[in-house]
């Protein structure tokens, strides 16, 4: 799959999914669309819509999958 960096932000398309390890501490932002993520060892998903923001909690492999065609930013 494509992913394409605009503006400081990730595109994904519907159903792309974004695999990140080891980002604990990192911030992700919905900047358009919903996404959906979840993180290795944790027992809650979490569901982002447009100006929504979630903080990784926790080691290992975070998956951050594009609900509708979205854009990100991670900080």
């Known amino acids: 799959m494509k992913l394409e960096i605009a503006s400081a932000a990730l595109r994904l398309v519907r159903g792309q999914t974004l695999k990140l390890t080891d980002g604990v501490g990192s911030t992700i932002c919905a900047r358009q669309g919903t996404v ?40």
């Open 36 to 75: 959906w993520i979840t993180e290795e060892n944790s027992s809650r998903d979490v569901v982002l819509e447009p100006g929504d923001c979630h903080r990784i909690g926790n080691p290992g492999l975070t998956l951050v999958q594009a609900c509708a065609d979205a854009q990100v930013s991670l900080a």
